[in-house]
């Protein structure tokens, strides 16, 4: 039950950074409160496509990491870059040789699994690699339920859903010709 009286009101407080980066005390009262106590669950993410005239990506945000995924015309390989690291289970030394493993969940219970080659970039706390692709590999991409990322010892490493993957497919087509 809320309070009647105008002397004590329901507050939510958070500390959030300005454009200069420095750390503010903000605090959200009433009936700002109310509308987002409203809003509900967040919805899960979705990759975000598109093109351009030298090729398509593809990319998703979930928590701290943010995965993209890009082709050029004529070229069988995709470019790959993980944001968020230092990755668990990796060595994470800057420009040092590493792997990933990608797999993908299909709806039909079976699970695919990629190997990626590349190398941790500290200034950007990023993996960059690069990985073969092929019509079949995409659409596995393009029916997948879940994309799993784990070290080369099996530890996992980042999840993401797989919503919004057939526009992403479609992309790939179009502007890269895969």
């Known amino acids: 039950m809320f309070p009647s009286s105008g002397n004590i009101r329901l507050c939510y407080a958070f500390l959030s950074k300005t454009r200069d980066n420095q750390m503010v005390f903000r ?7 109310v509308l987002l106590a409203f809003a509900g669950p967040a919805q899960a993410a979705e990759w975000q496509s598109g093109e351009a005239s030298n090729g398509a990506w593809s990319m998703i ?5 943010n995965l993209r995924v890009s ?6 390989s995709f470019f790959f870059v993980l944001t968020g690291g230092p ?3 990796m060595q994470n030394i800057d420009d040092g040789n590493e792997s990933m493993m990608m797999w993908i969940e299909l709806p039909d219970g079976r699970t695919a ?7 941790y970039f500290a200034p950007d706390k990023a993996f960059v690699g690069r990985f073969i692709v092929s019509d079949f590999v995409l659409e596995e991409f393009r029916q997948g339920a879940k994309l799993s990322l784990t070290s080369p010892t099996g530890v996992e490493i980042a999840a993401f859903g797989m919503q919004g993957t057939g526009k992403a497919r479609g992309h790939f087509k179009q502007a890269c010709g895969i």
Do not use: A, K, L, M
């Not at 605090?27 to 409160?33: A, K, N």
């Open 27 to 33: 605090v959200i009262s009433g009936f700002t409160w």
């Open 113 to 119: 699994r990629h190997p990626i080659d590349g190398h």
């Open 87 to 89: 990755f668990n289970g």
């Open 71 to 76: 082709c050029w015309p004529g070229d069988p």
């Open 61 to 65: 945000q979930e928590g701290q990491f």
